[in-house]
């Protein structure tokens, strides 16, 4: 297939792009670099498969030539406004992603035909107020809160996909990704895997925003990969949950870092840095990927991490 993927220079779009070209596929990547790094795809201009486009996808995407699919990845990520590549820093740019990105690549879908995959979020639950969290469940989410600019653009965004799949036939898929980590992720971004991971090899205390109760469900990037993948393939058109169901307390997960990586520091409570709407709970039911993809999760969280360190201490220059 001739795939368009966008927000190819993010974390999860370059480990896609790697793995689509591993599969033999031409894929074409589509990145502004408001959160992504041409680093990340630095390793792949000289495969005759890939090729780059610099562009903003809120503007009227044209790509030359036949295109199979699009993965619509492009979209700051991380909620912390801590960092200015947080999306509480970049929200009219969120929006603008979410939305008219969502559109202009749907557009692309429709003219060339092709199948297209949307990179939704747990955040369309919102602060769940069911636990896990299934595809059937609606979510609790404040249209004007703080992190609305992420979750209603996402929700819009599948809203959108499902009218393009329902009134104009466009062969769509969903996927509704839980919080993933790996190499690649931006160091400065602000999310809690890269803060634990460089305040642990730092010999740091890992900064516990609230009183670390909250929980979320780490998966790693290479089984999320797979998972969508799996779903690209499939002939699924209803949103299909992918990440690890291990659901850990943030305290947990900063002694399991700590413990992992050997940082005697311990933590630090920060109860103010806690983001409003902040989710409580969230853990992913993955059933229907199980039936569906005959998809589930294999690599541990001390796995994963053992995997994600190397990446961060080679950037921090930390031998
Ligand atoms: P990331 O910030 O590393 O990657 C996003 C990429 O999109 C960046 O390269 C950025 O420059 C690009 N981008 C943003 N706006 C753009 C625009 N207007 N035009 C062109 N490119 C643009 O984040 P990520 O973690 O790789 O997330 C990728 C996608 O997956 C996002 O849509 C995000 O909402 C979704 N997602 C990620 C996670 C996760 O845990 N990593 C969880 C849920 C959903
Ligand atoms: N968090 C934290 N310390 C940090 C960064 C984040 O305790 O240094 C918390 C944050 O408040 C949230 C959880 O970790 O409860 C996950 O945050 P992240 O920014 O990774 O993404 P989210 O899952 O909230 O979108």
Partial sequence: MNILITGAAGFLGSHLCERLLKEGHHVIGMDNFITGNPENLAHLTNNEN?????????????VPGKIDAVLHFASPASPNPASPFGYTNLPIQTMKAGALGTHNALGVARAHNARYLLASTSEIYGDPLEHPQKETYWGHVDPIGIRSVYDE????????????????????????????????????????????????????????????????SFCFVSDLVEGIYRLLLSDEHDPVNIGNPTETSILEFAKTINAIIGNPAGIVIKPDMRLGDDPQRRQPDITRAKRILDWSPSVSLEEGIRKTAPYFSAKMGIA
């Fill in 153 to 216: 653009a996402k929700r819009f965004a599948e809203a959108l996909t499902m009218a393009y799949h329902r009134y104009h036939g466009i062969d769509t898929r969903i996927v509704r990704i839980f919080n993933t980590y790996g190499p690649r992720m931006r160091l400065d971004d602000g999310r809690v895997v890269p803060n634990f991971i460089q305040q642990a090899l730092r010999g740091e205390p890992l900064t516990i925003y609230g009183d670390g109760s909250q929980t979320r």
């Fill in 50 to 62: 890939f090729s780059f486009i610099r562009h903003d996808v809120a503007n009227f995407i044209f």
